[in-house]
């Protein structure tokens, strides 16, 4: 056998299946497992756009370090797919390992030499074993999840906790997993060498309090406490499992205890435009209502946002980024609608996006994007993708304060309507932009106006004045630059000594940036980071561009959209930001950060290029 990669809670392993072939449990079970020993895990579900019999792929980050982003490299392939056999064989690294159904002889040709083989014959064993078809397919994914305990000396006991918690009360589904996670374990004790492989998995304490949760699950749980009670959708990839999420979540806290009536409403429209309209009416009439979506689902959707924009009504929109344009990959990754959202709709509009890095920030964010539509009175974008939406993340707990109140922003009530202060819809009278507003019925004669797409005077009584136009428009203006205060403010990571380096990222490119970051500071290279965690962006940001001569904007989209953002908003000479872009489908890795930012900083300084080099080498 050629030399093998040898490494200890520090390895890629990647699961190659069928797509509906049952074996999203077993591979999830896998992760779990090495979870429950103490050992951080980042797994990613890469897996096509229909229901069933294409290719799909689970990679799992095993990593005593705790580095949440894709490394890059597979260093074990699970390889259960004839139909990507050469593509799966070809991605493992020299000196790493296949392990695959070995019943049927594989000719010599399949094989590399530079790769170490193991092999067991799955099918075989399930055929000898169990007479049902179905039976054999499901059961073939828990007995290589044997093998691989054997393998990789994964706990036994942790597997057969997790099969009790996943099938508590049904005692025959839990008797026949065990027994299956038998049969691997049995074989690989007894035909396989555990020490040919070198990947191995040894009880950690790096685990914590944290939790294993989706990012979409995280913000529909963090809409239902930040006081939603109204979701109107449509089902799109990625979004969908958070209105579903939501629904099930309203199910469990949203009930009248004395009753049983809900207390919410959950519609699932008949197309995007009609969830986005749903929407735009509850939040006028004064319930917090959000919509969740993906690009397409915005591009039907921008007519209705420019009204809410107009006409001043609080709408959150979740935006789970998928690859576009058009249907694009709808299962593949991207950041590649923040132009379209941040100035969706024709004629001059900007609106609010929050960008969280994980699920605690889409569980914190969506309850402040309630908060700042309400405040503000205008649409908010929570701009999630599915790289955090639909993989499970090791994340710190929720956090809620059941003191927090909720923030309704300037509504004018009944008392001071009737005390005689003075209403004007779209009048600024505190100079932060943002007018007074009342709920319907909330008067019987005073407070009421004339909701409008058109154009009105201070006082929402229909103009077409110049005069009314621009002032209308500029305390819009007005209202974003106030914003910029409100919104969640940037995290600023310091290199420990001074750098004239500095680096903006956001999202989804945070566990690869983080760890990029930490291997630039174990080699002595000095690299200043700048999180962005909202749009419109505050001070400190032009501050950090301008303390640094170089600048990368590292995103994950062709068209350097966030570059485009921060170069019109604060006219900043192009040139002055170095654009770092990843936009496959796959998550961006840490190696593709710092080869990108060591090829452009070499191009243009060879002192730099010399410091930066130690991280590649």
């Known amino acids: 056998m050629p030399q093998a990669i040898a490494a200890v809670n520090d390895f890629v392993v990647k699961f190659a299946n069928v797509n509906g072939s049952g074996s999203a449990s077993a591979n999830e079970l896998f992760a779990r497992s090495i979870l429950r020993m103490g050992v951080p895990v980042s797994p990613r579900n ?26 890059g490299g597979v260093d074990m392939m699970v390889a259960m797919n004839p139909q990507t056999w050469a593509e799966d064989v070809k991605e493992i690294t020299p000196g790493g390992y296949l392990f695959y159904d070995s019943t049927k002889p594989m000719p010599s040709s399949a094989f590399r030499d530079d790769i170490n083989i193991i092999g067991a014959p799955l099918t075989a064993i399930c055929n000898a074993t169990y007479t049902d078809a179905r039976q054999r397919q499901l059961f073939k994914n828990i007995i ?14 942790a597997i057969k906790q997790l099969f009790g918690e996943q099938y508590k009360g049904k005692e025959k589904l839990i008797d026949s997993n065990v027994k299956a996670l038998g049969l691997g374990r049995d074989y690989a004790t007894r035909h396989l060498d555990a020490k040919a492989c070198k990947l191995k998995v040894r009880k950690a304490d790096n685990v914590g309090d944290r939790i294993f949760v989706e990012g979409n699950n995280a913000a529909a749980l963090g809409a239902v406490y930040g006081g939603a009670t109204v979701c109107a959708w449509y089902p799109i990839t990625p979004s969908s499992s958070l209105a579903e999420a939501f629904q099930s979540h309203c199910k469990r806290l949203r009930h009248d205890k004395e009753t049983g009536k809900a207390k919410y409403a959950i519609v699932q429209a008949e197309d995007e435009l009609a969830s986005i309209g749903m929407v735009i009416g509850a939040a006028w009439n004064g319930a917090r209502a959000f919509t969740s979506t993906s690009g397409p689902g915005i591009s039907l959707m921008t007519e209705f946002i420019g009204l809410a924009y107009f006409a001043e009504i609080p709408v959150t929109l979740i935006n789970i980024q998928r690859g576009g344009p058009s249907t694009g990959m709808p299962t593949r990754t991207q950041q590649s609608d923040l132009l379209a959202c941040a100035y969706a709709s024709h004629g001059d509009t900007k609106h609010i996006l929050l960008l969280p890095e994980d699920p605690y920030e889409c569980f914190e964010f969506s309850a402040a994007a309630l908060d700042l539509a309400d405040r503000l009175q205008t649409p908010v974008f929570l701009m999630s993708d599915l790289d955090i939406g639909m993989n499970q993340r090791l994340s710190k707990p929720f956090v809620w304060n059941d003191s927090r109140s909720y923030d309704r922003g300037k509504v004018m009530t009944h008392d001071e309507l009737e005390a005689g202060k003075d209403f004007g819809r779209y009048k600024d009278v505190d100079g932060d932009g943002i007018p007074w507003r009342t709920y319907p019925g909330t008067h019987p004669s005073k407070g009421s106006f004339f909701t409008r797409g058109t154009t009105r005077d201070p006082y929402a009584r229909y103009s077409e004045k110049g005069v009314d136009y621009l002032y209308n428009m500029e305390r819009l203006m007005r209202k974003f630059r106030t914003a910029a205060d409100l919104v969640p403010a940037p995290v600023l990571h310091p290199a420990d000594q001074p750098a004239d380096i500095g680096v903006l990222y956001f999202g989804s490119t945070s566990p690869a940036m983080d760890e990029a970051l930490a291997q630039f500071r174990e080699q002595g290279v000095h690299v200043d980071g700048m999180r962005l965690r909202a749009y419109p962006f505050p001070d400190s940001v032009k501050t950090f561009i301008d303390s640094h001569r170089t600048v990368f904007v590292v995103e994950q989209n062709r068209d350097a959209q966030m570059h485009s953002l921060l170069v019109n908003e604060f006219e900043i000479d192009p040139k002055h930001l170095i654009k770092v872009l990843h936009y496959d489908g796959t998550p961006i890795t840490a190696r593709f950060i710092g080869d990108t930012m060591l090829k452009h900083v070499g191009a243009s300084s060879q002192p730099q290029r010399a410091s930066m080099a130690k991280e590649s080498a």
Do not use: A, C, H, M
């Not at 897996?47 to 069933?52: D, G, M, T, W, Y």
């Not at 019999?53 to 370090?65: C, H, I, S």
């Open 144 to 157: 290589y999840l044997g093998v691989l305990s054997i393998l990789l000396d994964i706990d036994e006991n």
């Open 46 to 71: 890469i897996f096509p756009s229909n229901i069933q019999g294409l290719p799909t792929w689970y990679e799992v980050r095993v990593t005593e370090k705790g580095y949440l982003g894709r490394r």
